[in-house]
């Protein structure tokens, strides 16, 4: 890893606590603090209800209510949790993906991942070539080290 990718992580989680409730609210997540380097590896490991899910949610704002958020997370700079809705659909468009624990409910699989691929790629490139965007899912297979890709 090079020092660019450590003095400069795509992800930084600074103290994050994430709470619901009102008067006398639950703390679910609570002082939370990583980075993630650009171009490099990381997990999040934890005992079952430890806050692994709800802190992957909230780094791209998917969480399924409205917490009481300390701490802040900063991707690519950004500040996800002072983001405005617009902001926020372009940001989950263009730079955070998440591949959710249960892959039956989000791969077909009955369909190859290809086609899947393609299918979500044609949303992003509208006037790109089948060529393009049949590379474009090609590469991105290898970025993340899929053997065979092409296949």
């Not at 086609?115 to 070539?129: I, N, V």
Request: include cysteine; hydrophobic fraction near 40%.
């Amino acid at each position: 890893m090079t020092s660019t990718a450590v003095s400069n992580p795509v992800c930084v989680v600074d103290k994050l606590g994430i709470a619901i409730g009102g008067a006398e609210p639950v703390q679910l997540v609570q002082d939370i603090s990583f980075s993630i380097p650009r171009g490099g590896y990381f997990a999040l490991v934890g005992e079952s209800g430890s806050g692994k899910s709800i802190t992957c949610h909230a780094l791209m704002r998917l969480l399924p209510f409205k917490p009481r958020i300390d701490g802040r997370i900063l991707i690519d700079g950004k500040d996800v949790w002072a983001m405005k809705q617009p902001e926020i659909i372009s940001f989950r468009r263009k730079t955070v993906g998440m591949v959710f624990q249960d892959p039956l409910a989000a791969l077909n699989p009955v369909r190859t991942i290809g086609s899947q691929m393609l299918e979500t790629l044609r949303l992003y490139y509208p006037g790109a070539s089948n060529a393009d965007l049949h590379a474009r899912a090609v590469k991105a297979l290898e970025d993340v080290h899929i053997p065979q890709a092409e296949k």
